[in-house]
């Protein structure tokens, strides 16, 4: 868990206008934030930012009061799922869930790794599921696998980009259930990108709204949609 703080955050991408556009944003130990906003408003790469794929063109990213504009992605131990899963589609589902953990420089003992890959895989219903490959899962599947990949870090955020724009309404219905209870379970940061206010209203203990990079308005949910 952890405590981010945006402060005066721009990205310039080239001359034009800047994508991200000095936002500040104070986001607790424990707090689900979701990120609103029209395409192209800077959402994305705003999380991008944060995880550290994308530089910071100026402003101050603080993780638990540290700056951490400069340190590399694996430095900053965020976890981020996307909208497209991202899934390597020649390794199966444990080994897509075990990877980061796989990774060099982690180290994590392969005894360890298998009991990680099993929790998570229990978290969110994938264990009978674990020897197949990618390719042979449903939409909704991947996407746990996704999250599997995410969660088994033990990472100190999660950031999600759309995770659930490519399920039918049904199956994002479940995943947003499965979600805030994972959230509310591990009590992990989160930063959440959305265009579903239902999942807006459900998830979010704030919705941050981003217009043209310029955040506008930050509020709970209730205050934001409700009508007066
Ligand atoms: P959103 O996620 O809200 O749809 P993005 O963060 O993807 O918005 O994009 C914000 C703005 O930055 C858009 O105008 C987009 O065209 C621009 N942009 C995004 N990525 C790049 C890039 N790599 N190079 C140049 N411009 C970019
Ligand atoms: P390498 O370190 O060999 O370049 P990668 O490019 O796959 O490996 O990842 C580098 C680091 O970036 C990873 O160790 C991880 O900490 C971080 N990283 C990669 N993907 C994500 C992600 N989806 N969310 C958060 N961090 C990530």
């Known amino acids: 868990m952890a405590r981010i703080e945006l402060k005066n955050i721009v990205k310039q991408y080239g001359d034009g206008f800047p994508a991200v556009n000095d936002v500040s944003l104070d ?28 530089d910071i063109t100026s402003g101050d990213l603080l993780i638990d009061g540290k700056r951490v504009n400069d340190l590399a992605p694996r430095d900053r131990d965020l976890a981020m799922v996307f909208q497209n899963y991202a899934l390597y589609p020649h390794l199966t589902v444990g080994e897509n869930i075990a990877f980061p953990l ?46 599997g990949r995410a969660i088994v870090r033990d990472a100190k955020a999660f950031l999600f ?41 459900t998830l979010g203990d704030r919705v941050a709204v981003l217009r043209k990079g310029v955040l506008q308005q930050v509020a709970s949910p209730r205050e934001l949609y409700e009508q007066p």
């Open 102 to 147: 796989r990774l060099n420089h982690s180290k994590v003992p392969e005894k360890e790794v298998r009991e990680r890959v099993q929790r998570a895989a229990d978290m969110l219903e994938l264990n009978e599921h674990l020897d197949r490959k990618p390719a042979n899962l449903s939409g909704g599947q991947r996407q746990r696998v996704a999250m």
């Open 27 to 54: 986001i607790a130990d424990g707090e689900f934030v979701i990120l609103v906003g029209p395409s192209g408003c800077g959402k994305s790469t705003l999380l991008r930012m944060i995880v550290g794929l994308e």
């Open 161 to 201: 980009d759309e995770p659930l724009s490519n399920l039918d309404a049904k199956l994002r219905g479940q995943m947003r259930t499965e979600i805030a209870r994972m959230q509310r379970s591990l009590g992990t940061t989160t930063v959440y990108v959305t265009h579903d206010q239902t999942e807006a209203m």
